[in-house]
């Protein structure tokens, strides 16, 4: 199990912007694809962004396409997500998940992750 770390999430208001951050230790995330999913109250776990393990590709769910933008930076063993024109819609608990398997990828099944960090609070108000 790696032991991700999620943080940056806050209290905003609509139109603005976030930066979240998932770090591990003791685990190089660059053995890894990485996904951002999200949680609303009462709901399943929904897919939201996910990396390949270079970065080179990535992967967007349809309503945050064009104002949320994955990206890592390996040498600091992070994966960020940037958080544009939030919407009281965007308001969820946030998480990000190790992803290690090769070949046909499919990010946007929850199925695929084998750790996942605690979450982080992302509050969107008028």
């Known amino acids: 199990q790696v032991q991700l770390v999620e943080s940056g999430g806050g209290l905003v208001q609509a139109g603005d912007s976030l930066t979240l951050s998932c770090t591990a230790s003791g685990h190089t995330l660059s053995a890894y694809n990485m996904g951002w999913f999200r949680q609303f109250p009462g709901k399943e776990r929904e897919f939201v962004a996910a990396?390949?393990?270079?970065?080179?590709?990535?992967i967007y769910e349809d309503s945050v396409r064009g104002r949320f933008t994955i990206s890592r930076d390996n040498a600091k063993n992070t994966v960020y997500l940037q958080l544009n024109s939030l919407n009281l819609e965007d308001t969820a608990v946030y998480f990000c998940?190790?992803?290690?398997?090769?070949?046909?990828?499919?990010?946007?099944?929850?199925?695929?992750?084998?750790?996942w960090g605690q979450g982080t609070q992302v509050t969107v108000s008028r």
């Open positions: 998940a190790t992803d290690s398997s090769f070949g046909l990828w499919t990010p946007q099944n929850a199925g695929i992750y084998g750790s």
């Open positions: 990396i390949s393990r270079s970065g080179g590709s990535a």
